[in-house]
């Protein structure tokens, strides 16, 4: 069965420390795909990437990086030099794509970060 | 202004009433989700439409109705069969359903009972 598994339930840093988020998933599927989400206190859930199970490959976004490991099927979100506008639940999520699936995500349980001033 | 759009913001329901939950999208997009986020639990799928008079249940449809007459709308119904309503309600689009396009969020609706 499809499942992730974010294992931090809260975090809670100081301003300008770097803090590492992690996402493990499990899948049957040789396709799928990976995503990040934020929700602030508002509520709204914010994209913050998407990464198919081919590409390996780092990516950086200012602050933010994401390490996706297939061999331990886990798909990491740092954020360097926190800010207290970081202080959100960030959601990783799991898509599947075959046999003609729709496009339902698998959502983590969250891990809600607080960045202290 | 583009987005999506969640209506009311708080809702109360008594018992044995229906409520209905409102989701309005000027994205143009094909595909529209609700779902229902528990403390502790994430996000379950309630239901989802791929195309206009289409929708298919999701992984916790019991007790949830909706319709899809048209593109922009997609209104998700409370029963009174849902014996544990209270929860927090998030619409969300994508442009299409068959492919993995990142979906976006309206800003939700929060249910109580009263």
């Known amino acids: 069965a499809q499942k992730v598994t974010q294992a931090q339930t809260e975090i809670s840093v100081v301003e300008k420390e770097d803090v590492t988020l992690d996402c493990v998933y499990e899948?049957?599927?040789?396709?799928?795909?990976l995503f990040w989400y934020k929700q602030p206190p508002s509520g709204e859930l914010v994209f913050l990437i998407r990464?198919?199970?081919?590409?390996?490959q780092n990516e950086i976004s200012g602050r933010y990086s994401w390490n996706f490991q297939k061999s331990t099927s886990s798909f990491n979100f740092t954020i360097t030099a926190s800010q207290v506008v970081d202080s959100a639940v960030y959601f990783c999520?799991?898509?599947?794509?075959?046999?003609?699936?729709?496009?339902?995500?698998?959502f983590g349980t969250g891990t809600l970060l607080a960045v202290q001033p | 202004d583009g987005g999506i759009t969640q209506s009311p913001k708080y809702l109360f329901r008594k018992e044995g009433q229906n409520v209905t939950l409102s989701c309005e999208q000027n994205?143009?997009?094909?595909?529209m989700y609700w779902y229902r986020q528990d403390p502790g639990q994430g996000l379950r799928l309630i239901y989802y439409?791929?195309?206009?008079?289409?929708?298919q249940k999701g992984d916790i449809a019991e007790g949830y109705s909706v319709s899809r007459e048209k593109k922009e709308s997609f209104p998700l119904t409370v029963t009174s069969a849902q014996k544990n309503p209270t929860a927090f309600y998030l619409c969300?689009?994508?442009?299409?359903?068959?492919?993995?396009?990142?979906?976006?969020f309206g800003d939700g609706t929060r249910l109580s009972i009263l």
């Open positions: 899948t049957r599927d040789t396709t799928y795909y």
């Open positions: 994205l143009n997009h094909d595909a």
């Open positions: 999520a799991l898509s599947e794509l075959g046999g003609g699936a729709t496009n339902k995500l698998i």
């Open positions: 969300a689009t994508s442009v299409e359903g068959y492919s993995n396009q990142p979906q976006h």
């Open positions: 990464r198919n199970s081919f590409d390996e």
């Open positions: 439409s791929q195309i206009v008079n289409d929708f």
